[in-house]
């Protein structure tokens, strides 16, 4: 599961989304939840009620939450204005579940593989972010408009760049889960083998 919240930096700014290109900086953190259970079953029940928020109602096991922030950099000479340098800092953060009782080796077993799965599917929405960032940049770099003297057309057109590969990343997120949170497919093959009976 992902969420994702954009933030702005400098006087021209620009809606952004996702990760990584040649001046995309990129911070992860990772946090955890505390959980309790001595089985599989009892596992999942402590992630259910104390695992991060989805929607008001439901919890997720575990969430890949990122936020873009962008400085935008602008050229303006007579009545052209370019995007001189676009920067932007994607910041991921990952939170994950920790059980803070013994296992059995057993169980100890299942919930390292478990979580194997989890941290591989997580990582993966962080990929996903890191591949919009980078979409997004390529998409507005260089831009230049003829007979925009205050940069504003030029701002608004960065806007709506950057709003339509955000929109489109997001939709590949969701896909994403969608995918991978069906019946029988990697998430719910991973909730089965740890509820397996011990």
């Keep these: 599961m992902h969420v994702f919240s954009i933030a702005c930096v400098a006087a021209a700014c620009v809606l952004a989304a996702g990760p990584a290109l040649a001046d995309v900086r990129v911070s992860v953190k990772t946090t955890n939840y505390d959980i309790t259970g001595k089985t ?3 596992l999942l029940q402590s992630m259910d009620r104390r695992g991060p928020r989805r929607g008001l109602l439901t919890r997720a096991i575990a969430q890949t939450g990122y936020t873009v922030s962008w400085e935008v950099e602008w050229d303006m000479r007579g009545d052209v204005c370019r995007v001189k340098n676009a920067t932007a ?11 803070v009782n013994d296992l059995s080796p057993d169980l100890k ?4 593989r478990f979580m194997q799965g989890v941290r591989k599917h ?9 591949q919009m960032v980078n979409a997004a940049e390529q998409a507005v770099s260089g831009l230049s408009m003829r007979n925009d003297p205050r940069c504003r057309k030029s701002q608004a057109e ?3 760049r950057v709003e339509a590969i955000y929109a489109e990343y997001e939709a590949r997120q969701i896909r994403y889960d969608m995918i991978e949170h069906r019946s029988g497919s ?9 509820a397996r009976r011990d």
């Design 186 to 194: 990697t998430v719910d093959k991973l909730v089965i083998a740890l």
């Design 109 to 112: 077993r299942r919930w390292a």
């Design 158 to 160: 960065v806007k709506r």
């Design 40 to 42: 599989g079953d009892a």
């Design 89 to 99: 800092q994607l910041a991921i953060t990952y939170t994950f579940p920790r059980v």
């Design 122 to 130: 997580e990582e993966r929405h962080g990929t996903i972010a890191r």
